[in-house]
Each structure stands twice: as C-alpha cells, then as structure tokens.
C-alpha cells in the first residue's frame, strides 16, 4: 500500500493542531457515543493536553466532541455557548494517567448527578486516536471501522450469540477484544467490523438476558 | 506504483506524460476511486484551501495570545504598497501564506498541506501563480496533485513531523511540494520539477522546530512566508536550467538523517531555538498565567 495524496492534502479541519484539536475532538465524539444522554462531562487532561491544551484549543475541540460537532467544522470555536444553550455541564482538570499516551483525556459522563461512563483516550497525531479504557476495561478502539461495544455478563455463549447475530446479517467482524476484571461478573467486547450495522441487528445482538447495553460507533 | 522520486521521474518520462497523470493513476489503485472521484476529492480540499488563503487577507483574526492576529492583512496592504522590495507578486504569495497560517490559529477551518502547521505554503504559491499568470483551475489543480504526490514520496521514506524532524519536514516539505507544482504549473518538465524540489529542500536543510509558548503561530506563521518564497525561487532556478547533481531521493533522505540528528529541544517541544528565548519566555508566561 502506497501513502494517499489525501493524507498529504489533508486533513481538512478546524486548526491549528491536528494532534491537539481535531483529533480531540474526534475523541469526545467517539467517547459520547459509548455513553447515554448525559447532562454533565468531566474532562482529565493528561501530559500535553494539560501542559499545551488551552493554547491549541483542546478543551473547545475535546467539548464540541462530545456534543457531536465534528473536526472539520467550525462551530469547535463556540463550544461553550454551544453547551451552555443545550444546558450541558462541563469541567476540566489536569489529571496524571497511567502506561499512555502525552496527549491523552480521561472524559466521564454524568446524568443527574449519577457516573455513567468513564473513557480514557489518546490523539496520536495527524488525527487519528485510539480509546484504551472503557469504565476501567482495556480496550483499543481507533473509530477507524464501524465499531460495536458490548457490555455483557462473563458466561459462557454470550461470544457465540454475538457473532451469530453478526453472521447472520451478513456482517464481517475485522477485529475483536474482550476484557473482562474478573470471573463471572461484567465484561466488555469491541468489535470492529466491515460494513455499517442497521439499528435492528443492534437490538438482535442485545435481546439476551447476560447483555446488559450495546452500542454502535 | 512508484515509492521514489527516481521511479515517479522514469514513469512521467517513458510514457511522456506530466507528474500529475501518474500520481492519478497511482491513486486510483491506491484509493479504489475513479479518474472524476479524485479530482473531485482534490477540489473539494483546494476550494478549502483558497478560502483560507483569503479570508485573513483583509480582516485580522483572533489568535490564542494575539501573537499573529493581522500578520497577513499588514502583509497584503503593503504588497499593494507600489513600493515593495520583491514586487506586488512575491508580496501577495506571502499575506496568502500567512493568511492561511491565521486562520489555522484562529481555528479557523484549514487543510492540512502536509501539516496544519505548514498549511500556508502549497496554496499560496499555486494559487497566486494562477492568478497572477491566468491558469486555468484545472492546470493549478494538477500542480496541486503533482505537489501532493511529491508528497507522498517524503511521508513514505522519510517524515513530515515538526516533532520527528524538525520544521525542515514541514514547512521545507511544503516548500518543495511546492516547488515541483509551481515547475509544473509554469510549463517546466518533470526533471526540472524535481530539480525545483531538491533545491527548496537543501535551503532548509537543519531548519529546526521551535513554537514560542508551544502554539503553532511564531515562527510558524513567518516561516509560510519565507518557505513560499523559497519555493518560488527553487522553481525559478530549475526553469533557468540550474544543474542540481544531487537526486531528490538523495536530499529527501539526507533531510531524515538531519532531524533523526536534532535533538529534542528543536523537535516541537518548545524547549529550544526562538522558543527558548527570554521574550519567548514572557510571552508563554502571560499566556498561560503560570
């Protein structure tokens, strides 16, 4: 494989840094779709998010994300008023991180008041990025392919119903990860596949009893 | 396929056809997409591209700090001026470089050409050539696919990274890319487009990469200025028939060797050159309140 012309002429996106802004705000995008309708977002930023962040406008960028608003999209530089007018809470702190990346957010998503999902993630440079923990599991999600999150029970057949589902509708799994903390209890799966997925499959995947919560990105 | 300046050269000349027809063909196999899909995805990036050329031209921008905020519109009233050193053209490449480099720190919407930081450089001096010089957009749209697929050839071997190898990667790369599209756009051969490339990258050999307070706007924003014109006077000492005996593929690695050399002060970290320096040093300081 050569290297495109378009990885050299391009990205198109909202400056200055494609590292410390539009690759920030493609990670608050991916980490809002693992989370429900949330009313408040706690970011963490890590390394040279922190150190450099408010110079590059990470925060807006990493903000704008969550909401939706895409890297290559000017309203980036609004996303306080933006919040603001959708009564979305939000906060930022410096936080030190663990084994990643110098430019990584730990992004938690609340409901009134209540934690309903916490993810750590990495901008790589040249805007690509990569999601390494979902509410404490080891993950890697690049949101490079349409990609499916599950959260399950660690038992046996929850795999084999996954993959079954996908089979059927015809879909072709590229990668898969599970991680789980312990024997028995809850555990995740990130699967990466071929072609997009229809809203019917999704709730196919999820009428079992051992799965608690699917989502697509 | 080709995956070296020399290779690009033997295609362009055994076939006898501009850069720019093998760097389409090559990414029809490479993107999957059709002859129309490429040159529409092109446009798409230069319609951008010509947006951001103009918009800080005659409004100044906001910029985190306010360090560049009006470098270009200052630059495009004198270029007006009738009394300029290097003319209303080489005036006008500049406030276009500089412009671009004002709305990518205004976050402003911009494309990366082949860095934000360096995204002034191309469109600057391609676009201000078809104006001044009545090019069809077609003709400085294939100097743009001719100046892109230089650039491939540099992210396939070597790097366009401030942080890997210093600013001679990025805006000396867009200098070069530049180069070869403006060769091309002016009607020289691929030989002398190549030769265009060599020359601007050598001008840059060892440029290190030094952002005062870590933002990409000083010298960021100067260095668009001063690549655009480098490209600008490579391209005209390879059209004059100047001999350069050291091939492309040569200069381009020598290029990666310098900034493997560097050491990390002068990569991006803010930690060295004109970062380093006491006012460098105030200016981060008031900015960041620390």
Do not use: W
């Not at chain 1, 590059?56 to 290559?72: C, F, Q, Y």
């Not at chain 2, 362009?12 to 129309?36: C, F, G, Y």
Request: aromatic fraction near 4%; include cysteine; glycine fraction near 10%.
């Amino acid at each position: 494989m050569g290297v495109s012309i378009f990885q050299v002429a391009g990205p198109v996106m909202i400056g200055p840094s494609s590292s410390h802004t539009a690759g920030a705000a493609r990670l608050g995008r991916i980490a809002a779709k693992l989370a429900d309708d949330f009313d408040f977002v706690s970011f963490g930023l890590h390394g040279s998010f922190a150190k450099t962040g408010k110079g590059h406008g990470t925060d807006k960028a990493l903000l704008a994300g969550v909401m939706g608003i895409r890297e290559d999209d000017e309203a980036i530089a609004d996303a306080y008023a933006i919040a603001d007018e959708a009564t979305i809470g939000y906060e930022f702190h410096d936080v030190e991180l663990t084994g990643i990346h110098e430019n990584s957010v730990r992004i938690a998503f609340y409901k009134n008041g209540e934690l309903l999902c916490k993810v750590d993630g990495s901008s790589l440079g040249g805007g690509e990025v990569m999601i390494s923990r979902i509410n404490g599991y080891e993950v890697e999600l690049s949101g490079n392919l349409p990609t499916i999150f599950v959260r399950q029970l660690d038992t046996r057949g929850v795999l084999s119903h996954i993959t079954t589902v996908l089979a059927e509708g015809g879909i072709n799994i590229a990668t898969m990860k599970v991680s789980r903390k312990n024997r028995s209890e809850e555990a995740t799966c990130v699967i990466e596949v071929d072609e997009e997925i229809e809203e019917g499959l999704l709730k196919k995947i999820e009428n079992n009893p051992n799965i608690y919560a699917v989502r697509f990105i | 396929m080709y995956h070296s300046c020399r290779q690009l050269l033997e295609m362009t000349e055994a076939r006898k056809v501009p850069i720019h027809e093998i760097v389409i063909e090559n990414e029809m196999k490479n993107s999957n997409l059709s002859r129309a899909e490429v040159i529409e995805n092109i446009k798409k990036r230069y319609r951008i591209m010509q947006t951001s050329a103009e918009r800080a031209l005659e409004q100044p921008l906001s910029t985190e700090g306010g360090l560049i905020t009006g470098i270009a519109s200052t630059q495009y009233r004198y270029s007006k001026s009738g009394s300029t050193l290097c003319g209303r053209f080489v005036n006008t490449v500049m406030a276009r470089a500089l412009s671009c480099s004002e709305v990518n720190a205004s976050m402003g919407k911009i494309c990366a050409m082949p860095t934000a930081g360096s995204c002034g450089i191309v469109p600057a001096v391609l676009i201000t050539i078809g104006e001044e010089y009545n090019k069809t957009e077609e003709e400085v749209i294939a100097a743009l696919i001719t100046a892109s697929g230089m650039g491939t050839i540099v992210v396939e071997n070597a790097t366009v990274a401030g942080s890997e190898g210093g600013c001679q990667a990025e805006c000396g790369v867009a200098a070069a890319m530049a180069a070869a599209g403006a060769v091309e756009l002016s009607g020289g051969t691929p030989a002398m487009s190549m030769e265009a490339f060599s020359l601007a990258l050598i001008n840059v050999m060892g440029l290190v990469c030094d952002p005062v307070a870590g933002l990409v706007q000083i010298p960021c924003a100067q260095r668009n200025a001063s690549q655009a014109v480098n490209a600008l006077l490579s391209a005209d000492m390879a059209l004059g028939g100047a001999v350069f005996p050291i091939p492309a593929d040569e200069v381009i690695d020598a290029m990666y060797k310098v900034g493997k050399l560097l050491p990390v002060q002068l990569r991006e970290t803010a930690m060295g050159g004109i970062a380093a320096t006491e006012t460098a040093k105030d200016i981060t300081d008031r900015i960041f309140h620390r």
